[in-house]
Every structure is written in structure tokens, then in C-alpha cells.
């Protein structure tokens, strides 16, 4: 699996997809779908996150990475 380099909390996907999101004060990571509009809820399964449909409460306040398997 290769990643990209961060993004910082305020810049969204260009691309739907899945994609690594990271808390930015507590660190913690999960793997998170961006429909092009807004994320989706987060998981650390990437499995789970890629069939999520529930859109997420936490739209910002986290940096993200590309995912490319």
C-alpha cells in the first residue's frame, strides 16, 4: 500500500476515494471515504471504511493522506 503526504485540516479531495485521516491534536488514525462532498464515518478497518455510507460528524479538525493500494 502506498500513501501520499499529508494535507492539512482545511483543504478537501480533489477525488472521491479512501482515504487516512488523522486527528490533528490527538493523533489517532482512521481510514475515511470522501464522496466528493463530504466524509464519510471513519473506521480502522479499511475494509469497513470503504462500504461506509453514513456521512461523519467530524468534517474537519483532521489531516488526510491518499490511499493507493
Do not use: N
Not at 22 to 43: I, P, S, T
Request: hydrophobic share 40%; glycine share 10%; aromatic share 14%.
Amino acid at each position: 500500500m502506498k500513501l501520499t503526504l499529508w494535507f492539512g485540516c482545511s483543504t478537501v479531495p480533489v477525488r472521491p476515494g479512501l482515504y487516512e485521516r488523522q486527528h490533528k491534536k490527538l493523533g489517532f488514525k482512521v481510514y475515511a471515504k470522501w464522496d466528493g462532498k463530504q466524509w464519510l464515518l471513519g473506521h480502522p478497518s479499511m475494509a469497513v471504511a470503504e462500504k461506509a455510507w453514513i456521512p461523519s460528524k467530524q468534517q474537519t479538525g483532521y489531516m488526510w493522506r491518499g490511499v493507493m493500494k
